[in-house]
């Protein structure tokens, strides 16, 4: 078992900057891929960074604006994010495993709580 536990969340106003962390404890594997994913209300949750073998991944919507980074000694991955934007209102939440699909919640085997991100205009 793996257990992730995110930190870093809050209030922040258009065009501020946050960095959140996740923290993986456990079984954890340098081999596994780390994920952040981030659901709105009303939404399905969708993907945001991940990094795996090193190699970061992005969705579109943050390319550019968030970076994601990893420190396999401290078994931690972070994401700052830079540029906000209200649309990024969201719960974040970091995942970890070993996916087929980099980009896909469902490959995913270890989620953390979540943490609120609220971006205001």
């Known amino acids: 078992q793996v257990q992730l536990v995110e930190s870093g969340g809050g209030l922040v106003q258009a065009g501020g900057s946050l960095r959140l962390s996740c923290a993986a404890s456990g079984r954890m594997s340098s081999t596994y891929s780390m994920a952040w994913f981030r659901q709105a209300p009303g939404k399905e949750r969708e993907f945001v960074a991940a990094?795996?073998?090193?190699?970061?991944y992005y969705s579109d919507s943050v390319k550019g604006r968030f970076t994601i980074s990893r420190d396999n000694a401290q078994n931690t991955v972070y994401l700052q994010m830079d540029s906000l934007e209200p649309e990024d209102t969201a719960v974040y939440y970091c995942?970890?495993?070993?996916?087929?699909?980099?980009?896909?919640?469902?490959?995913?085997?270890?989620w953390g709580q979540g943490t609120q991100v609220t971006v205001s205009s």
């Open positions: 990094v795996s073998w090193s190699r970061p």
């Open positions: 995942a970890t495993g070993r996916p087929s699909l980099i980009m896909t919640a469902a490959g995913y085997n270890y």
